[in-house]
């Protein structure tokens, strides 16, 4: 069987009525990249002059908002810019969380906002990467080293408002990546992750379930025979598109482009209606235990 995993969805607005005959979620959880080309997130007046890449702190990657906690992150501009920033990343915060609820009705009352962010840089200059952990030209599943996420999912919500494609490539199906490390991954060490989370290094206990998806995360990046060698496509996501995929499910690269706004959200394990294909059960049945 083709592993296709990019799949367009055919929807012009952000509230899309949910319809018979088409499963997105499962084509979702299946591990698909839903890609609406037609679905463009509009600039108010004004916002064009956000067009730009100076913006942003140049160690940063993105300009963000978080559901968290107050405030506008990643830029040091004064006002009235920052209320400005700030209202395009709260208007494409609700459209997301619109589309995703029109899009996914079985995952009513359990998903979450968790943060906003807007990438004003050039993407795809490895050079520009701190190391090769924070280089997002190689292959990965998402995994963050300080937000351990016990088993809840990480859905996103990406636009492009540049005028240039943002090119990604989207490597193998994660089962078949993660049996490919699997044998490379240490035990975990629970009194290590306990620790890190009383130092405060982790924002919770690291479970053995992150320790896995942090292996995976930084196996595939550091091995470059791996990024060259493994199944993959490259795709091109137009100017003015929306695409949605779990990224720490789907295995992507961003290659080039500029301009990108993003929306996380998050998804407990529970309301997933195939849990069997999430990344914490295929680990699970690879290691053969449960590791939350
Ligand atoms: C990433 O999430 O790895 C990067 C996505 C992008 O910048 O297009
Ligand atoms: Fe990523």
């Not at 367009?8 to 607005?13: L, R, T």
């Not at 942003?56 to 920052?82: C, H, M, W």
């Not at 209606?273 to 999430?278: D, K």
Request: aromatic residues 10%.
């Amino acid at each position: 069987m083709t592993h296709s995993p990019i799949i367009p969805i055919d929807i012009d607005n952000w509230q899309p009525s949910p319809r018979t005959g088409a499963n997105w979620q499962e084509m979702l959880e299946g591990g698909a990249v839903l890609y609406c080309p037609a679905l463009r997130f509009g600039l108010e007046k004004g916002e064009e002059r956000f067009l730009d890449a100076s913006f942003s702190d140049a160690r940063r990657k993105s300009i963000y908002i978080r559901a968290d906690r107050p405030g506008l992150f990643g830029t040091e501009v004064a006002e009235p810019e920052r209320r400005g920033l700030r209202a395009m990343l709260e208007r494409f915060e609700a459209q997301s969380m619109g589309l995703l609820a029109g899009l996914f009705p079985g995952y009513s009352g359990l998903i979450r906002a968790a943060g906003t962010s807007y990438r004003p840089r050039p993407t795809g200059r490895p050079e520009a990467a701190l190391s090769w952990r924070k280089d997002d030209t190689r292959l990965h599943v998402d995994a963050f080293p300080s937000n351990p996420t016990q088993g809840m999912r990480i859905l996103r919500v990406f636009a492009n408002i540049g005028t240039v494609p943002r090119v990604w490539r989207v490597g193998e199906p994660f089962e078949q990546m993660a049996r490919h490390f699997l044998e490379r991954i240490p035990e975990p060490r629970p009194l290590v992750a306990q620790l890190s989370h009383r130092l405060g290094i982790t924002k919770r206990p690291r479970s053995a379930y992150d320790h896995y998806m942090l292996y995976l995360h930084d196996l595939a990046k550091a091995d470059l025979g791996y990024q060259r060698d493994s199944s993959q496509l490259t795709f091109a996501f137009a100017p003015d598109s929306v695409w949605i995929c779990f990224s720490d499910q789907v295995m992507h690269a961003a290659m080039s482009g500029q301009f990108m706004m993003e929306q996380t959200a998050h998804l407990p394990a529970a309301a997933l209606a195939f849990p069997a294909q999430a990344p914490l059960a295929v680990l699970e049945r690879l290691a053969g235990r449960p590791l939350l």
